[in-house]
């Protein structure tokens, strides 16, 4: 079994970057994919970004396209998400997750998650 822990989080000011990480331990990655999701205050859990730990391609969600980049660090077993021109609209709890097979946008088919780790962008 996977298990997953989120660091990076913190206080920034608007239009900071910010990278956060999700260390992988328990299992070979090699047939996962990983996906970070945000929780924001009174919200429902948004799809960021997933790739498969095998592979280069990733996807992400429109509100964070083109200002988000996930990656992933084979030596270092970790996932991590780049966050570039933050806002206050990104403040949020950060969650990495796992799942087994192809990549996926919905929270529904992940099954491991990290603990999250809180993000708050101020104005």
């Known amino acids: 079994q996977v298990q997953l822990v989120e660091s990076g989080g913190g206080l920034v000011q608007a239009g900071a970057s910010l990278r956060l990480s999700c260390a992988a331990s328990?299992?070979?990655?090699?047939?996962?994919?990983m996906a970070w999701f945000r929780q924001r205050p009174g919200l429902e859990r948004e799809f960021l970004a997933t790739m498969r730990w095998s592979g280069s391609t990733a996807y992400y969600g429109d509100s964070v396209k083109g200002r988000f980049t996930i990656s992933r660090d084979i030596a270092k077993n970790t996932v991590n998400l780049q966050m570039n021109s933050l806002s206050p609209e990104d403040t949020a709890v950060y969650y990495c997750?796992?799942?087994?097979?192809?990549?996926?946008?919905?929270?529904?088919?992940?099954?491991?998650w990290g603990q999250g780790t809180l993000v708050t962008v101020s104005s």
């Open positions: 997750a796992a799942k087994t097979g192809g990549y996926s946008y919905s929270d529904r088919y992940f099954d491991t």
């Open positions: 328990g299992r070979t990655l090699s047939n996962y994919a």
